[in-house]
Every structure is written in C-alpha cells, then in structure tokens.
T-cell receptor
Framework: AQTVTQSQPEMSVQEAETVTLSCTYD???????LFWYKQPPSRQMILVIR??????QNATENRFSVNFQKAAKSFSLKISDSQLGDAAMYFC??????????????FGKGTKLSVKP | AAGVIQSPRHLIKEKRETATLKCYPI?????VYWYQQGPGQDPQFLIS???????DKGSIPDRFSAQQFSDYHSELNMSSLELGDSALYFC??????????FGPGTRLTVL
C-alpha cells in the first residue's frame, strides 16, 4: 500500500525567510504524481505545486519549489521569501498513475506552517 | 476561471437523519472525487466517478451512496447519520486522471 509521511507536524518561519517542508512516500510503482496542497484557516484546499515522477526536473511555481528525489522517495517543498499569507496547513499528496485511470489522492498528515512578522 | 461548486456550504442534521451534498465540477472536467476530512485530520478518499460511472471506492460507509449525473454534477447521499460523520466533505474534479481541483467543502455537523 502506498503511504505518505510528513514528519514535521508544525514549522515556523520568519517573514521573508525560506522554509522547507519535508515529505516522504512509499510506493512500488514507477509512474505517479506528487502534489503539495495548502489549506489555510478557510479550510479551502489549494493546489500549490505538482510533480510528475517521470520528470527529473524539479517543479517550480513562483516562490514555491520542490526537491524531488525519486530514489530516496522524498518530495520536499521550499517556500522562499515567506509571506504572512503562506501561513496554513500544508499537505503532501500522492497519486498513482495507472493506465490513465482516475486515481485518488493519498495525503500525509500535514504540516502546520506559521509565519512570524 | 470557474471552480468546483459545492452546496450547501454548511449543514446541520440530527442523528439518524439523511443528508445530500451536491458537487458541480469545473466545466469539461469528467471526473469527480469525494473526500471526507475529520477535525485535525487529512482528507480521506470516499469515492470517485469517471464519465458518470463509479471508478474507485475508498473508505465509504455502506450508509453513504453517490452518483454522477448526465450533466456531470455529483451527489453524495448520507443516511442514518452518526455523530462521527461530522466533518468537512470535499468534492474535487479533474480532466481524466489529471490534477484534482477542490471545491470549498461542505461542513456537516451532526447533533
């Protein structure tokens, strides 16, 4: 069974600084997707970034980037120039890509990020 | 850009009552997913539909049922509600097996 582990229940960062959130996963599959979702106090689930396992290049979206280490099954999220609006719960998620089927997301337990002014 | 619409946003029910949650996917998205998020927990997959057919089933209780209609909207029907069913219910949609985009959720409270 596939699992996703986020070992940091809570993290804190100073405004304008950089923070890295960790995520590891376990799978025997080679074709899959990884995601980071952000859930602010409004509880809306917002896609932050997505990575396709067969792509070696790390995904980047503005201030958000990932460090994808496929062999180590690691998928960390780096937030640069942290802003107060980045404060939220961050979930790492995995989806197996099998024959074009519509696989569901498997989430980690989440990391609560606080941003200090 | 259009997003996933869920209704109602909040719902309060008594134990043993029935609830129906509705989801309207992003236009042209053909796949709908339902997730349940309990307090302080990560979302758990319930069920999904592709082109109006059930495609995957997760930890959905037998008291719950769902379907996707010809206009691609989906409904989650929950009967014999229990206190433990109190949660945030998300609907997400995707085009095929691509990235899932979430709706704002329906907060269900069972008293």
């Amino acid at each position: 069974a596939q699992t996703v582990t986020q070992s940091q229940p809570e993290m804190s960062v100073q405004e304008a600084e950089t923070v890295t959130l960790s995520c590891t996963y376990d799978t025997s599959e080679s074709d899959y997707y990884l995601f980071w979702y952000k859930q602010p106090p409004s509880r809306q689930m917002i896609l932050v970034i997505r990575q396709e396992a067969y792509k070696q290049q790390n995904a980047t979206e503005n201030r958000f980037s990932v460090n994808f280490q496929k062999a180590a099954k690691s998928f960390s999220l780096k937030i640069s120039d942290s802003q107060l609006g980045d404060a939220a719960m961050y979930f790492c998620a995995y989806r197996w890509n099998y024959g074009g089927s519509q696989g569901n997301l498997i989430f980690g337990k989440g990391t609560k990020l606080s941003v200090k002014p | 850009a259009a997003g996933v619409i869920q209704s109602p946003r909040h719902l309060i029910k008594e134990k043993r009552e029935t609830a129906t949650l509705k989801c309207y996917p992003i236009p042209r998205h053909d796949t709908v997913y339902w997730y349940q998020q309990g307090p302080g927990q990560d979302p758990q997959f319930l069920i999904s539909f592709y082109e109006k057919m059930q495609s995957d089933k997760g930890s959905i209780p037998d008291r719950f049922s769902a379907q996707q209609f010809s206009d691609y909207h989906s409904e989650l029907n929950m009967s014999s509600l229990e206190l433990g069913d109190s949660a945030l219910y998300f609907c997400a949609s995707s085009l095929g097996g691509d990235t899932q985009y979430f709706g704002p959720g329906t907060r269900l409270t069972v008293l």
